[in-house]
């Protein structure tokens, strides 16, 4: 990973999760975005669940080797993001306060397990399966 790449890791599977995470735009100045699929193995997702983080429970951001997670992840995008379009100003507005993603973070949650639920898509599961570690 260079210095300049800032990764985040959501389920590409959901639409809602999919849809946002390429829609955000974040600064050049920040970096460049790099989008990983969680339900593909990968080093990003061993090192998180090695952390102990569900990734059913909240998309990961990492940059500048501090991981952010959940609602800390989306605030941090907000903060890092462009304002160029409507839903960049949208995301800005909504999760720039640490306060406010804390409490809509939850809502969004529970909406994409709803999603997740009606088209039959598995959760990633990605602390265990079966009682056993997925790595």
Known sequence: MSNNEVLLIYDKECPACDNYCQVVRIRETVGKL???DARENSEELEE?????????????LKLDGQIYYGSDAIHA????????????????YL?????LSYI??????F???VLLKVLGKTKINNL????????
């Open 34 to 36: 790099r989008l990983i």
């Open 77 to 92: 995008l907000a903060l890092i993001s462009s304002r160029s379009g409507l839903l960049n100003r949208l995301n800005y």
């Open 104 to 109: 809509f973070y939850p809502m969004l949650r």
């Open 95 to 99: 999760f720039r306060s640490k306060r």
């Open 128 to 135: 265990h399966i079966d009682g056993n570690h997925r790595f």
């Open 48 to 60: 998180i669940t090695a952390l102990g983080l569900d990734i059913d429970q909240g998309m990961v």
């Open 111 to 113: 909406l994409r397990n």
